[in-house]
């Protein structure tokens, strides 16, 4: 059976956006044919792609899918809408072009929940002069060699998995293999190119740091952007919902992966896994302290929100790169280095609201999850955020 003739016109309305912009489409697994007929197709005008997403949201109610599958489609016209708007040089509010995104409403953090997550600092690496200095002292004695990271990264990916298909089994001949590049905004990226594979690449223009190399792998792999794909891939994509060949940036999609992908680590190994990581450390000969980097972790998931209240400065209220980047250094605690680093990823046009899928996507789905009765329901909702075609309002209706 063909897919749904509405669901085809949605795929071939975000592969037209790949047109525009190069990388738009982050994955697409559907039908060969449909791609080449976008590819060869003339170049899209952003305001007729914009008109035909608000065209499909009104055949919706009367297309005869499942409730669950319109809400999904439902809330991607509308960011696809928006996405087209603003290549068509739409002056759009950087608050409501989120919430049209990602289905998420967006505001300033709390500066009194960073400066905790200083005082908590403090007390996990004491000592004299400024905490920023301490901080750079302790990532740096925290930094990968150069020549180990490909081995370091092997043996994480490798534990991961098999934890992961203990718990979430996947396909026998599923893998990932990774490649270190450079020039990127990102510090690691998941290209899942089909047929249960996937090509990890991890920026080697960033230091990677031992403490934060399993949350990495986690993230883009194991139980991450990699099992996800898997999953959805041989449970939706194979029972008929064509909708999830297709994966775009700046939709509620990206929010529902990048909370998932970022709640991995403490899913799928759960408190203590610092020491967990320690071991895997010792069998490669090198030296790390489980228990701080923990600790260390989590007062830093408090400052989270600091990277989204420097996008809502930057777009929002207009202010300069400089001052930004003093806000991100202040309350960041990072270098000079870092928090141009971030910029860069937070001045990108096609990038500069993604952050928002870090921070509400790991607020909405961390919330959801800690509310689950006990263990083994906190492990089935993350399966169901593997396997379902879920939404962030879905989630809050739940």
Same mark, same amino acid.
């Given at each position: ?9 949605y ?11 190069e990388?738009?489409?982050?994955a697409?697994?559907g ?13 899209p005008d ?9 065209a ?19 809330a991607h016209?509308?960011a ?16 409501d ?5 990602f289905?998420?409403?967006?505001? &300033?953090?709390?500066?009194?929940d960073?400066?905790e997550?200083?005082?908590q ?8 002069g400024?905490l920023l ?5 302790h990532?740096r ?7 180990r990271l ?5 043996a994480f ?10 718990r979430?089994?996947l ?13 990127k905004p990102?510090s ?23 403490s934060?190399? &399993? ?21 939706l994509?194979a029972?008929?919902?064509d909708?999830?060949t297709l994966f775009?940036?700046n ?5 529902m992966?990048?909370?998932l992908?970022?709640?991995?680590l403490k899913?799928?190994?759960? &408190?203590?896994?610092?020491? !967990? ?9 090198l030296?790390?302290d ?5 600790r260390?972790?989590?007062?830093s998931?408090?400052l ?9 400065l930057?777009?929002?209220?207009r ?11 202040? !309350? ?6 870092r ?5 860069r ?5 096609? !990038?500069r609201?993604?952050?928002?899928t ?15 009765a ?8 993350f399966?169901?955020l ?7 309002g ?5």
């Open positions: 059976m063909g897919a749904h003739p509405l669901v085809t016109d795929l071939r309305l975000g592969l037209a956006f790949d047109r525009l912009e990388g738009f489409v982050d697409f697994t039908d060969p044919a449909l791609r080449r007929e976008v590819e060869n197709a003339p170049k952003p305001r007729d792609l914009a008109q035909r997403a608000a499909l949201r009104k055949e919706l109610p009367e297309a005869g899918l499942s409730s669950e599958r319109t809400e999904f489609l439902d016209l509308v696809l809408e928006c996405s087209g708007r603003k290549f068509a040089g739409d002056d759009i509010n950087f608050i072009e989120v919430r049209a995104y289905d998420v409403d967006i505001a &300033p953090g709390d500066e009194a960073y400066r997550a200083h005082r600092l403090e007390e996990t690496l004491p000592g004299d400024e200095d301490r901080l750079t002292t990532r004695g925290d930094e990968i060699p150069p020549e490909r081995e370091c990264v092997a990916s490798g534990a991961l998995r098999e934890l992961v298909r203990e979430y089994p396909p026998d001949h599923e893998r990932v293999e990774y490649e270190v590049v450079g020039d990102w690691g990226f998941n290209y899942y190119l089909g047929n249960y594979q996937s090509r990890v690449a991890i920026n080697s223009d960033l230091k990677q740091h031992m934060q190399l &399993p949350h990495l792998i986690a993230h883009e792999s194991y139980p991450g952007h990699h099992t996800e794909h898997c999953r959805k891939e041989a449970g994509v029972a008929g919902q909708e999830q775009v940036v939709t509620p999609q990206c929010l992966a990048e909370g992908a970022d709640l991995a899913s799928i190994v759960g &408190p203590g896994w610092g020491v !967990w990581a320690q071991e895997i450390y010792a069998d490669l000969g030296r790390f489980g228990e701080r980097a923990e260390i972790s989590a007062a998931a408090n989270l929100g600091v990277r989204q209240d420097a996008a809502l930057l777009h929002d209220r202010r300069d790169a400089d001052e930004v980047a003093l806000f991100l250094q202040r !309350w960041s605690l990072t270098t000079p280095e928090a141009r680093q971030s910029l990823f937070l001045s990108s046009p096609l !990038w609201a993604y952050i928002s870090y921070v509400e996507g790991y607020k909405l789905l961390g919330g959801w999850l800690n509310a689950a006990d263990a083994g329901e906190r492990s089935e909702r399966r169901r593997l396997d379902e075609p879920l939404t962030p879905a989630i809050r209706g739940m």
